[in-house]
């Protein structure tokens, strides 16, 4: 197996061969293993070679890992992190600055509850100001590990990604904005991000910090 040392620690190096790469793409996963994607023509030493030379990048990779997880830990609600106090108590109780909760409670269940009135409070006001005329949307709500939101023009639903209930209201405004933008645009074409823009200006800054969570 190959390892990557960085600052005196080593790192796994998992190798995928597919038939249908032409290229060669490497990433830094959640578990901090550097994957290389490529195909069955390309030579070890060649990868190897790759790896070195990706040092800076990988680096960059891990740091934005390492700060991903962090701001996963602990207990978020809508932008606010709040110290855990468990208690005897059965459900979750947010004061000023802390949250009361019972050991093992099914934290998800109470963020889904929330997130049923806040998400469709928050999409009633992003459709009344948008500036194109489009279907009302059925809203659901379910965890994605890679997308914020899902737009379905075909049967005129949007999907909402449960962690945005933990972050800032207007990550959550920003990702019912691009959604609904997809009712006129089914892609990421100059017209929809035009669109995007006039809905929601600071959508290029609050993209960037999306990627941090």
């Given at each position: 197996m190959i390892e990557v040392e960085i600052d005196?620690?080593?790192?796994?190096?998992?190798?995928?061969?597919?038939?249908?790469?032409?290229?060669?793409y490497l990433r830094v996963k959640e578990d901090f293993r550097i994957y290389i994607t490529t195909n069955y023509f390309t030579k070890d030493k060649e990868?190897?070679?790759?790896?070195?030379k990706s040092i800076p990048s990988i680096e960059k990779m891990m740091l934005k890992q390492?700060?991903?997880l962090e701001n996963q830990k602990g207990f978020y609600y809508l932008g606010k992190k709040y110290d855990i106090i468990y208690t005897n108590q059965i459900g979750v109780f947010?004061?000023?600055?802390k949250v009361l909760m019972s050991?093992?409670?099914?934290?998800?269940?109470?963020?889904?509850k929330q997130a049923e009135n806040v998400f469709l409070a928050h999409l009633n006001e992003q459709y009344e100001l948008?500036?194109?005329?489009?279907?009302?949307?059925?809203?659901?709500?379910?965890?994605m590990k890679s997308r914020w939101g899902v737009c379905k023009p075909s049967s005129k639903t949007i999907t909402l990604n449960l962690e945005?209930?933990?972050r800032h209201p207007k990550y959550l405004d920003y990702v019912i904005v691009h959604e609904l933008a997809h009712f006129i645009h089914p892609n990421h074409s100059q017209d929809f991000w035009n669109l995007v823009k006039e809905n929601c200006q600071d959508?290029?800054?609050?993209?960037?910090?999306?990627?941090?969570?």
């Open positions: 005196n620690q080593k790192y796994p190096v998992i190798i995928e061969r597919k038939k249908t790469n032409r290229n060669t990868l190897v070679e790759m790896i070195k390492q700060v991903r947010l004061q000023e600055e050991h093992n409670y099914p934290v998800d269940k109470w963020y889904r948008f500036s194109e005329k489009i279907p009302y949307p059925k809203l659901k709500i379910r965890t945005l209930i933990k959508y290029q800054i609050l993209r960037r910090e999306m990627k941090k969570y």
